[in-house]
C-alpha cells in the first residue's frame, strides 16, 4: 500500500488531522499560473516529468548532490518480452530499454554543460517525458488492454509546458551542495509501497504539486507530514539523510512556493505517541532489515559507465493467454477495455406506411 493510501486511511487521517490543526494554510495566489491547462488523461504524465526535469537541472548545476537511481529502470521487471497485437508482435520491453539508453545518453550531455540553451532545455524535457512513462509503468502494473507502441510519444506541446515551467521554477532556493534528488527511505519506503520523495534542499522537505489550484489543502499537508516521518527515521538509520527542518510545497504551474517549520509540528505534546503509532501501523511488528539508500552524488554518476541493456531475456513473457491479447492496441493512457459487440436478440421490424 502507498503512503499516500495509507494517510488516507480513516484512523491515521484523524490522527494527523489533530496535528496539522496549527499548521496555518496559505491563501492561493493571484490567478498568474505559468501553464493553463492539461489534458485530464495526461496530467498526472506531466507531474511526473516536471519532477523528473527539476531533478535534471538541478543535478547539473549541484553536482556534489547525492541522487537515487530513477525509478523509471524498475520498469523493465514489468514490461513483458512479447505482446501480440492487431499488427503483429511487440516488445514492450525492448523499447523501455531503448528508451532509457536514449535518455541515460541526453541527460549526461545535458548534465556536463556549463550553459543551457533552448535546444538543449528542449532535449531534457523531451528525455524527461519519455522517462516518465516509463515511471508511470513501474508504479502501476502493467496492462496489455492499455498498451500501445507510442506509449512514450512526446507531444511537442507537452515539451514546451515542461520547458516553461522549468524556465519559471525558482531554481536557487532549490540550488544546494548537500541536497538530496529523490531520495527514498530503505526499509520503510518498502513498508509502504516503495515511497519516494521529491527533494531536500537546505533542511527544507519539499513535495512537488502540478494540480489546476496552488491550494495547499489537508491531503498535501497529510502526505508531506508522512515523508517528514519517513525522513526522521530513515536519519536513524542513515546518518547521510540531512536533518529536517522545515516542510514545503512548490506548485510549478504557479511557481509558487510555501514552506513553515517543522517545529510547529515536533512542538506538539502528542507528536512522538503519534510518530510511534504511525510506525507500528505501517510496519505491523515486522523487523525488516537495515537498508542504507542507494544513492551516489552526481559527479560520480558522470563518472560511471552508462547502462546497458543486452537483449531481451527469453524467460520474459507476457502472462495473458493469446485471445486476450489481440485487437487491444488502444491508446494507453484511455484505461479503456476493448468494448465487446453487443448480441442482436432479435431482427426489428421496419414500419412500413401505408400509401393511399
Not at 547539473?60 to 492487431?86: D, M
Not at 520547458?163 to 518498502?190: K, W
Not at 491550494?215 to 517528514?228: A, D, P
Not at 516542510?247 to 510511534?276: C, H, K
Request: positive net charge.
Amino acid at each position: 500500500m502507498s503512503l499516500k493510501r495509507v494517510v488516507e486511511q480513516s484512523t491515521v487521517r484523524s490522527r494527523l488531522n489533530l496535528l496539522l490543526q496549527s499548521v496555518v494554510r496559505p491563501r492561493p495566489p493571484a490567478d498568474v499560473r505559468v501553464m493553463r491547462s492539461v489534458h485530464r488523461n495526461r496530467a498526472g504524465l506531466l507531474g511526473t516529468a516536471v519532477d523528473y526535469a527539476l531533478r535534471f537541472e538541478l543535478g547539473r548545476r549541484c553536482p556534489h548532490a547525492l541522487e537515487e537511481r530513477w525509478v523509471a529502470y524498475g520498469s523493465l521487471a514489468a514490461l513483458p518480452g512479447e505482446l501480440i497485437t492487431q499488427t503483429g508482435s511487440s516488445s514492450p520491453w525492448e523499447l523501455g530499454a531503448r528508451i532509457l539508453q536514449d535518455a541515460e545518453r541526453v541527460i549526461r550531455a545535458y548534465r556536463r554543460l556549463t550553459t543551457v540553451g533552448a535546444k538543449d532545455l528542449q532535449a531534457m524535457a523531451e528525455a524527461a517525458l519519455s522517462v516518465s512513462a516509463l515511471d508511470l509503468v513501474c508504479r502501476a502494473p502493467f496492462n496489455s488492454y492499455t498498451w500501445n507502441e507510442d506509449f512514450a510519444r512526446v507531444d511537442p506541446r507537452e515539451v514546451d509546458k515542461v520547458r516553461r515551467m522549468l524556465e519559471h521554477a525558482p531554481l536557487d532556493e532549490f540550488t544546494t551542495q548537500g541536497g538530496l534528488l529523490n531520495p527514498t527511505f530503505g526499509r520503510y519506503s518498502r513498508a509502504v509501497g516503495g515511497a519516494d520523495a521529491d527533494l531536500i534542499a537546505d533542511g527544507t522537505l519539499f513535495e512537488i504539486k502540478t494540480t489546476q489550484e496552488a491550494r495547499v489543502t489537508l491531503e498535501h499537508l497529510r502526505q508531506l507530514r508522512g515523508y517528514f516521518l519517513l525522513t526522521r527515521a530513515m536519519r536513524r538509520d542513515d546518518p547521510r539523510v540531512p536533518p529536517i527542518s522545515n516542510l514545503g510545497i512548490y506548485f510549478p504551474r504557479y511557481g509558487f512556493t510555501w514552506r513553515f517549520a517543522a517545529q510547529v509540528l515536533t512542538s506538539n505534546p502528542a507528536f512522538d505517541e503519534m510518530e510511534a503509532w504511525f510506525f507500528q501501523r505501517i510496519m505491523g511488528g515486522r523487523a525488516l532489515p537495515v537498508r542504507f539508500m542507494e544513492m551516489r552524488s552526481v559527479r560520480d554518476w558522470l563518472k560511471s559507465r552508462p547502462r546497458k541493456f543486452g537483449p531481451r531475456p527469453d524467460s520474459i513473457g507476457s502472462t495473458l493467454p493469446e485471445e486476450e491479447l489481440r485487437g487491444i492496441l488502444i491508446n494507453r493512457f484511455a484505461n479503456k477495455r476493448p468494448r465487446k459487440a453487443k448480441k442482436r436478440t432479435g431482427v426489428r421490424k421496419r414500419s412500413v406506411k401505408k400509401t393511399r
